[in-house]
């Protein structure tokens, strides 16, 4: 599956995003996707990912409870809700699928990658 990421931008603090990533050449629905965020100069980290098979979430925990990962098959786009955002939220954000039914924080469980959307907070 080919994934497109798009939806980033400079938001002040305390503000939200939505991010989208679109999908095509592939079974969208029976995916698993992610999202993960990148800074310069370090590893790339887990953000939030949904199994497709129950839709059961896994968040990383410094956005537990301001992001949301949620999905529709129908657009084949999967979003991530960003709200109460913080400067530490700056980032490059990618987002992701596995054939896998998981919700795994670990990087190399991802084969498919979109592009990076660039993430701004800043007053």
């Excluded at 084949?76 to 987002?95: G, I, Q, S």
């Amino acid at each position: 599956v080919q994934l497109q990421a798009s939806g980033g931008g400079l938001v002040q603090p305390g503000g939200s995003l939505r991010l989208s990533c679109t999908a095509s050449g592939g079974t969208f629905s029976r995916s698993s996707v992610a999202w993960f965020r990148q800074t310069p100069g370090k590893e790339r980290t887990f953000v939030a990912a949904l199994r497709w098979s129950n839709s059961i979430a896994n968040y990383a925990d410094s956005v537990k409870g301001r992001f949301t990962i949620s999905r529709d098959n129908a657009k084949n786009t999967a979003y991530l809700r960003m709200n109460n955002l913080k400067p530490e939220d700056t980032a490059v954000y990618y987002c992701a699928a596995s054939v896998i039914s998981t919700t795994s924080p670990h990087i190399g469980t991802w084969r498919s990658w979109g592009q990076g959307t660039l993430v701004t907070v800043s007053s």
